[in-house]
């Protein structure tokens, strides 16, 4: 059975938690992973340690094994786009294709208050699960990156 923990600025993640939750997204996020320094500051974020609306971290164990990670973070755009983005989701290797994933996705959508949105690779075979919960695709994201 999983259980879930949730972290947020009125239940704040320890040092030793935010490392075991930045090394797990960072390997289970596969060729979809950020840098680690990325998970950390969008874990901030959701912690509101830094400036923003915050949002939330949700885990979800299995005896004692991190299963799957969400983090979420809160827009502040409420009225003209989602007041959430999904910013990671991910699921350990072998506990894929169990259910956990979706049972990660319902608790999170439940957990955020109002829509969310996410970003996902059309190659991401976790696009069928987005869908089967209600995801559509009403925009083609285009991003200018001014890195040089």
Known sequence: ???????NSSNPISDEERTEIIGFLHTHLDQF???KEAIGRAIAYSMSEIAGPGGFVLQGKVDDDIVGVVVINKTGMEGYIPE???VYIAVDQKF?????GKELMIKAIDLAEGDVK?????DNPARFLYEKLGFTNKYM??????KK
């Open 33 to 35: 992973r950020d840098t």
């Open 84 to 86: 959430n983005i999904l």
């Open 1 to 7: 059975m999983l259980r879930f923990k949730i972290f």
């Open 96 to 100: 894929r294709g169990k259910g956990y």
């Open 118 to 122: 996410l970003h996902v690779e059309h």
């Open 141 to 146: 994201e285009m991003r200018l990156s001014k």
